[in-house]
């Protein structure tokens, strides 16, 4: 099966990233807000990762944000990201 969205995890750790930075938090108080291991939200911002439905839920919390508004911040991410590439 191939991945018909390969740039969400890129696009949902880039989000992370910002909204983290933007709030002046580490990705240490970020797993402390959030319940998450620090290594873990690394790697979800590298894009390493795939968290889970559960695991971005308790991130968005960490972040002082909606889940759907942290996905739909990812949705325009992969948009962009989408229209910039070349055909």
């Known amino acids: 099966m191939t991945d018909r969205h390969p740039h969400i ?7 992370i990233n910002e909204r983290r930075k933007k709030l002046g938090m ?3 108080d970020l797993a402390e807000k959030s319940g998450i291991d ?10 390493k ?15 002082k944000m909606k ?6 911040k990812c949705e ?6 989408d229209s ?3 055909r």
């Not at 990762?49 to 972040?63: F, K, M, N, T």
């Not at 325009?76 to 990201?81: D, L, Q």
């Open 26 to 28: 580490s990705q240490e």
């Open 76 to 81: 325009e991410c992969e948009r962009s990201a």
């Open 9 to 15: 995890y890129t696009c949902l750790g880039r989000v």
């Open 67 to 72: 889940y759907s508004r942290l996905v739909g």
């Open 38 to 47: 620090r290594a873990f939200i690394s790697n979800v911002e590298r894009g």
């Open 49 to 63: 990762r795939s968290p889970s439905y559960r695991s971005v839920a308790h991130i968005a919390s960490g972040l």
């Open 84 to 86: 910039a590439a070349p």
